[in-house]
Every structure is written in structure tokens, then in C-alpha cells.
């Protein structure tokens, strides 16, 4: 499960010849890294070969009924650029990408989520630090997310959070030069579509791995039926607990 506090963008997919590229409970897969502050591999803005690099840029219009995902050189799509309603909740919740002002909501949703999905896997202890990190590991990120790309969907009435996700551009030397890095969706809005909607937004169909807690079995088949395999790989998360995640691969 890593975990972490994301790392995130503010939506400029990947250039050609890279790709960037449910939920709390329905969809939730560990996010890579949080309070080591997942950077990537290979620096700041790796972009070669097989490589991936994602941009930062101020967050976009409303998109809505837009073409936005792009077409890389290889015909995967990669990320969705600008925001969007999605699925049968049009009217209610926008995905847009993460800025700045979202970080305490974010770091709150994200805290919230864990105690729901991991309840007593994951000492309190744990939890205590995520809360007390939470807000300013965002904010860095979010003000300087190097080779990371978050995005967040919010209720249009009331701009709670209804969900997040993360991509971090890993480079051509990782098992997949684009990872998932983190994937959360309130309860009040699992299964209705807003974690696939998330998902395409950070990675769209390009090659990708995650992690995913090896007692979600529920995670584990959502994105099997996103065209994620486990491919055997497994760790041991000490830092929160001793949680066990497996490693999936498009």
C-alpha cells in the first residue's frame, strides 16, 4: 500500500515518444511513497527513449464535451487534459486538475480514505502522522510536483472532494515508465464510474503499473478490468504498519 501524500500535476500530458502515462475503498491501490516524497527516479523532468515527462501548468478551463485525451506516438492516450464532468454524475462532480489551494482538502480526504480502507491494518501512530504531515507534504508537491500529475474531483455544489489521483513518471529504467501512484473515491460516489473517469484522467490506456493492497480484492478486480495483471511482485510497507501490496502491469 505505498502510501503517501501524491505528487501531482497540474495536466500537461506526456510528449510523444512517452506516456504518462476506485477508490478509497472500491478502487484503492496504494499510492507510491507518500511522506518520501516520490520525486521519480530520474530527476527533475526525465524525458527520453521510453521515457515519460509530465508538465506542470496552471489549472485549465472547463473542458466539458471536448475531445481531451491526446494521442501519443505509440496511439496509447495518454492523460486527459483540462477539466471535465464525468459519467452519470455530470451535472454534480467536476475533475479538474489539483492546485495549490487544495491541499489541506486534499490531505484530509486522503487520511480519511486510509481509515476507511485500512481500519486497524494500519497503526494509529500512522494515521497521527499522515495528519500531521499531511497538508504540508501536499502543498509541496502541489507547488512543485516534478515528474508527478494529480488530479481531483469535486461535488459543483458544494466543492468537496469526491476523489483524487496521481501519476508519477518513473523513466524508462522502472518496470513501466508511468506509475499510479494513487487512486481515492468517496464512498458516497463508488460505483458510479468517477474511479475509471479518475484513472483515465491520470494515465488513460498508456503501458502503466501500481500498487494494490494484497487484501483488496475489490481493488484488485477493478483493475483487472482495466486491463491491470498481477505479475508476482510483492512488498512489505514497515513505514505504515507492515501492509503487503502486489504490483500490477498493463
Do not use: K
Amino acid at each position: 500500500m505505498s502510501a503517501g501524500y501524491p505528487l501531482r500535476n497540474r495536466g500537461r500530458p506526456a510528449r510523444s515518444g512517452g506516456h504518462p502515462p476506485e477508490d478509497g475503498r472500491e478502487a484503492d491501490h496504494t499510492e507510491e511513497s507518500v511522506l518520501r516524497g516520490a520525486r521519480g527516479r530520474h530527476g527533475r523532468g526525465h524525458d527520453s527513449e521510453a521515457g515519460v515527462r509530465l508538465r506542470s501548468t496552471p489549472a485549465p478551463p472547463d473542458l466539458s464535451g471536448e475531445n481531451t485525451c491526446v494521442r501519443t506516438a505509440a496511439g496509447a492516450r495518454g492523460p486527459v487534459r483540462g477539466s471535465r464532468t464525468v459519467g452519470p454524475m455530470s451535472s454534480s462532480v467536476l475533475i479538474r486538475a489539483a492546485q495549490q489551494a487544495d491541499a489541506d482538502a486534499l490531505a484530509a480526504f486522503h487520511v480519511r480514505c486510509w481509515r476507511e480502507t485500512y481500519g486497524d491494518a494500519v497503526p494509529e501512530d500512522v494515521y497521527t502522522r499522515l495528519e500531521a504531515q499531511g497538508p504540508q507534504q501536499w502543498r509541496q508537491r502541489l507547488t512543485d510536483p516534478q515528474d508527478s500529475a494529480t488530479w481531483l474531483a469535486v461535488e459543483r455544489d458544494t466543492g468537496d472532494v469526491a476523489g483524487f489521483s496521481t501519476a508519477v513518471a518513473t523513466g524508462p529504467g522502472d518496470v513501466r515508465p508511468l506509475l499510479l501512484a494513487s487512486l481515492y473515491v468517496d464512498e458516497r460516489h463508488q460505483g458510479q464510474g468517477l474511479g475509471r473517469a479518475l484513472l483515465e484522467h491520470a494515465v488513460g490506456d498508456a503501458p502503466a503499473y501500481l500498487w494494490v493492497w494484497e487484501d483488496n480484492e475489490r481493488a484488485q478486480r477493478f483493475y483487472e478490468r482495466n486491463g491491470f495483471r498481477l505479475d508476482g511482485a510483492r512488498r512489505v510497507e514497515e513505514q505504515w504498519g507492515g501492509i503487503a501490496d502486489l504490483r500490477m502491469v498493463r
